[in-house]
């Protein structure tokens, strides 16, 4: 079946009598998960919540109807209403396809050239009639993973972000803990469950992205299903559980708080890193790791073979592995995974 069809998912599901239906890492299925859910009673998110998880712009109203912190924004489906929205909005503005993924299909501008290329380009990429402009707030980039069950947020775990300017800013790393001091830490609590409950997850994990400036915290957008790039192995690290078991158990109708009961009663920390090409592009001749393996060593994969095109890194498509580390603190992670990546040989020809 075709993930992204959220009516042939429902009807096959129903067909095979399916005892529950979960995702994680993307937004691809998240529609149809939540219609699948609905229309067999299964547990999982809503699919009114699943179409506004799929659209920014739907997003977007709902924060600002239920008050979340977040930036503003104009939807737009022509370069008039761009003109008219950028009257409104300080340049610079971040242009933004309200259906993509991973990056894909957002603009920063800093001129209202840019906001116009921005603009095509976007329209070019999204399914749409219709994409949104709203205000860039600069500041530090973060983020947050959660879970609700039973209309109740288990936890709020903040974790950083590492990035690379590309055409905006794409993830390529995150750690935890997050290393700020606690009011930070209560406002994204704070700011998380509200944008929550305005977009009505509910049994699900959700994955948030946020910013800071001037010492508040906004939300960028959230959705409901774990963060990609390896955020489902730091929740693991970072509270001692079976993360993706928990997850699948909830969605076969199964309780997930068995899973959360048996959490460690203290944290550790975790750091993963994409491998990535940001010199140069080319056919894949040799990847390795040269140095040794040891038990705070949990993940060193290459997703790349010989022969394989390697990409300029551009998107989160572009990575070529991932490495995930555990330590005492999370300047030991840096340090170990700093001494992983200068051990990587990769040649391109």
């Not at 809503?46 to 977040?70: H, L, Q, R, W």
């Not at 959705?223 to 993360?243: D, Q, S």
């Not at 990535?276 to 001749?285: A, F, I, N, P, V």
């Not at 572009?318 to 200068?342: F, Y």
């Amino acid at each position: 079946m075709n993930i992204a069809n959220p009516d042939e998912v429902a009807k096959k599901a129903a067909k095979l009598k399916l005892d529950g239906v979960a995702t994680c890492c993307l937004d691809t299925g998240i529609s149809a998960l939540g219609k699948t859910c609905d229309s067999l009673g299964l547990t999982g998110l809503p699919e009114k919540a699943a179409i506004m998880c799929n659209d920014k712009s739907k997003m977007k109203k709902a924060f600002m109807e239920y008050g979340v912190s977040t930036a503003q924004y104009f939807e737009i489906s022509n370069e008039e209403e761009l003109k008219n929205a950028l009257d409104k909005i300080k340049l610079p503005v971040i242009i933004k396809a309200t259906d993509l993924q991973g990056s894909n299909g957002i603009y920063i501008a800093k001129t209202e050239k840019d906001a116009y290329d921005g603009f095509h380009a976007a329209m070019k990429l999204t399914k749409r009639s219709y994409c949104i402009v709203e205000e860039f707030i600069e500041g530090w980039e973060f983020g947050a993973q959660a879970f609700v069950y039973n209309n109740e947020v288990l936890f709020v775990m903040p974790h950083g972000d590492e990035t690379y300017m590309s055409h905006t800013a794409v993830p390529v790393g995150h750690y935890v803990p997050l290393d700020c001091d606690e009011n930070i830490h209560k406002q994204t609590e704070e700011a998380v469950k509200n944008a929550i409950k305005a977009l009505g997850l509910n049994n699900c994990a959700v994955n948030v992205d946020l910013i800071l400036r001037d010492n508040k915290v906004y939300v960028i957008e959230l959705t409901g299903r774990v963060g990609a790039n390896c955020l489902p192995e730091l929740v693991e690290i970072n509270f001692g559980i079976e993360y993706y078991k928990m997850i699948a158990a909830m969605a076969v109708g199964e309780n997930p708080l068995e899973y959360w009961g048996k959490r460690n009663s203290k944290t550790t920390a975790g750091l993963a890193r994409m491998i990535l090409s940001t010199e140069e592009s080319g056919t894949l001749e040799d990847i390795k790791y040269t140095g040794e393996m040891d038990e705070d060593i949990l993940e060193i994969t290459f997703f790349k073979k010989t022969g394989d095109q390697i990409r300029k890194f551009v998107f989160s498509a572009d990575c070529i592995g991932q490495i995930i580390v555990k330590g005492s603190t999370l300047d030991e992670c840096r340090a170990k995974i700093n001494k992983i990546m200068s051990n990587i040989e990769i040649k391109l020809k």
